[in-house]
Structures are given as structure tokens and as C-alpha cells.
């Protein structure tokens, strides 16, 4: 089962869409690190209406042992810092999409240490830094979905 990881993510709204997400498509959500947020929050569960009991997700607030856990497993670590397109990548029906937060993406240890692995959405216009993260997982997710 394809999973979607979120590594520290701070707006609950984005969450909460990313969990709506994964229940329309039955991928697992893991939440890895710490949320800015508390996870029976209002937004996270507004933004994820009433799927929310058909999420598969697990929290993880250790982010070391997390990724020491899921080292060999097929993974895509979605960043702006790579020139590796999403698009090239292969993706497999048990693969791991792993975002960083809204405001800080992923830690540079973890970019440095799954290098090989980063993959980026590509945008044509200089002056936007990123996309907003419920929309980014979308993009790839569908296309790992239905190229997998």
C-alpha cells in the first residue's frame, strides 16, 4: 500500500485535506515528528469531513527511528532543493511519498542522507518557492497511482 509520510507539517488544514485524500484512495497516512499542531484539532478534522474514520494513519514522533525503520523501503522524498523530476521516477504500489513541513520542507540531514531518492514538481516561474503541500501530494500521489 502506497503511504504518504508528512514530517513535521504545521497547518492542520492541509492535513486535514492530505487525510481526505489518502481515505478516497486507501493509502496509509503516517505523521512523523512533531505536528504544530494537535491532532484532533478542529481544522484537521473539518478539512477531512467525515472520511476521517476511514483513514489508515499512524503517528510516529521520533523522526531518527522512523526513517532507520523505512531505510531500504522504496521511497521519493519530494523537495524544491533537486533538479530530479517527480515525473522521472518509477513508483511501485508500496512505495513512501515523503513530505517536509509547510514552511521548512524536509531537513537537509534527510535530503543529504536519501539524495539519491529526492524528487522535485516541476514550476516554470522563478518567483514561487513551493506549492502548497495538500496540492503537491496530490500531483504525485495520483501519478504514482496510476503509473505504479
Not at 19 to 34: D, K, M, Q, S
Not at 58 to 75: G, R, S
Not at 93 to 117: M, N, V
Amino acid at each position: 500500500m502506497l503511504t504518504i509520510v508528512l514530517v513535521d507539517p504545521k497547518i492542520p488544514q492541509n492535513t486535514g485535506n492530505i487525510g481526505r485524500i489518502c481515505a478516497a484512495n486507501e493509502v496509509r497516512l503516517h505523521i512523523v515528528g512533531t505536528p504544530a499542531f494537535d491532532m484532533d484539532d478542529k481544522a484537521v478534522k473539518r478539512a477531512g469531513l467525515d472520511y476521517w474514520q476511514y483513514l489508515n494513519i499512524e503517528t510516529f514522533p521520533d523522526i531518527e527511528a522512523y526513517f532507520e525503520q523505512i531505510k531500504d523501503e522504496p521511497k521519493h522524498l519530494l523537495t524544491t532543493k533537486t533538479t530530479n523530476l517527480y515525473t522521472d521516477c518509477s513508483f511501485g504500489p508500496d512505495d513512501y511519498l515523503i513530505y517536509g513541513s509547510e514552511t521548512d520542507g524536509l531537513p537537509p540531514h534527510l535530503r543529504e542522507r536519501f539524495a539519491d531518492e529526492c524528487c522535485t514538481l516541476p514550476m516554470k516561474s522563478p518567483h514561487v518557492r513551493s506549492l502548497n503541500l495538500a496540492n503537491s501530494v496530490s500531483i504525485v500521489l495520483y501519478h504514482a497511482l496510476y503509473t505504479a
